[in-house]
């Protein structure tokens, strides 16, 4: 089961995305000018950087990591049902993008034995 994600020996690593949430670049980097973006353009755009709306796209994702013994899930902690209100897109979030992600993966959450929370 590595397809679309990678392996380091006997270990597996895959990204289980739950939602892009762009962010304003003038704002999230007010001190950087615009010509200072203009060598990065090419390798931003447009994953990282929409060209249309020159915000920054962030992914809010978690890895699951997979060894012989264990089953890690590396979490970035947005998730549902949490009080952030000056996250609209996160607050009190209750869709079922996340358990989707794992069930494509094919992992249930009863087979992950570790939650690392970044």
Same mark, same amino acid.
């Given at each position: 089961?590595?397809?679309?994600?990678?392996?380091?020996?006997?270990?597996?690593?895959?990204?289980?995305?739950?939602?892009?949430? *762009?962010?304003?670049?003038?704002?999230? #980097? +007010?001190?950087? @000018?615009?010509?200072?973006?203009?060598?990065?353009?090419?390798? %931003?755009?447009?994953?990282?950087?929409? *060209?249309?709306?020159?915000?920054?796209? #962030? +992914?809010?994702? @978690?890895?699951?990591?997979?060894?012989?013994?264990?089953?890690? %899930?590396?979490?970035?902690?947005?998730?549902?049902?949490?009080?952030?209100?000056?996250? +609209?897109?996160?607050?009190?979030?209750?869709?079922?993008?996340y358990l989707r992600g794992l069930a494509a993966l094919g992992i249930a959450p009863e087979e992950i034995d570790y939650v690392f929370c970044t």
């Amino acid at each position: 089961m590595i397809a679309g994600g990678r392996r380091i020996g006997n270990i597996e690593i895959h990204r289980v995305l739950e939602m892009v949430m *762009p962010f304003d670049r003038r704002t999230f #980097f +007010p001190d950087t @000018s615009d010509e200072a973006w203009l060598p990065y353009r090419s390798w %931003l755009e447009p994953d990282a950087l929409d *060209p249309k709306t020159d915000a920054l796209q #962030f +992914p809010m994702q @978690s890895y699951v990591v997979r060894t012989a013994h264990h089953t890690v %899930l590396i979490d970035t902690c947005v998730g549902n049902h949490k009080e952030r209100p000056k996250r +609209p897109p996160w607050h009190l979030k209750t869709d079922d993008t996340y358990l989707r992600g794992l069930a494509a993966l094919g992992i249930a959450p009863e087979e992950i034995d570790y939650v690392f929370c970044t």
